[in-house]
């Protein structure tokens, strides 16, 4: 079968299922590559700062096994599709794995409501519930997904107590 008829075919809107399944191996060869590609020694240590803060920051939601002997950095935009769609597979790595520690960086880049959104996920943290918002708010289909929507979604799909307006204005600015 042609591969752009096979694509064109597809019907808008299907759920996204992996093809196939990443093995920790096939995971951690990828990255090496990725990571290696344009890195030089010098670049890596002018920025061991930065990677340790994104490492290691105390602020950041960390998922997974936080004592996992992997880290993978996971940044993203809940009006991102592309970045709804890692979600099932790097939750799958995740749990087969056992041993990956998953570090959130809201990147809200694409909308307002972006913002609004990672202000909804990092108010759920202080609840305990950040990994359900996280998951709340990325499985809500498609881009440009309106505040009101995502604050449906992060309410009742997490279990997170209702958040005031105001009380999302609490100083996030040093995670976002």
């Not at 997974?64 to 790097?90: E, H, M, Q, W």
């Amino acid at each position: 079968m042609d591969v752009q008829r096979h694509i064109n075919s597809s019907p808008a809107g299907d759920e996204f299922t992996p093809a196939f399944t990443v093995s920790r191996r096939t995971l951690l060869a990828g990255l090496a590559a990725i990571a290696s590609t344009g890195v030089t020694a010098q670049a890596r240590a002018a920025n061991d700062t930065s990677l340790e803060m994104i490492l290691n920051d105390p602020q950041a939601p960390v998922g997974g096994n936080p004592l996992g002997n992997l880290t993978i950095v996971s940044f993203f935009d809940y009006n991102c599709p592309y970045c709804k769609r890692t979600v099932a597979p790097l939750d799958a790595v995740m749990k087969s794995d056992g041993q990956i520690r998953h570090v959130y960086k809201d990147w809200p880049i694409l909308t307002e409501a972006s913002v609004y959104g990672a202000k909804l996920a990092l108010a759920a943290q202080y609840q305990g519930r950040y990994e359900m918002a996280h998951r709340a708010l990325m499985d809500i289909p498609g881009g440009k997904v309106p505040q009101q929507k995502m604050r449906q979604a992060s309410n009742s799909k997490s279990g997170c107590c209702p958040l005031s307006h105001s009380a999302l204005f609490v100083d996030f600015g040093r995670w976002l």
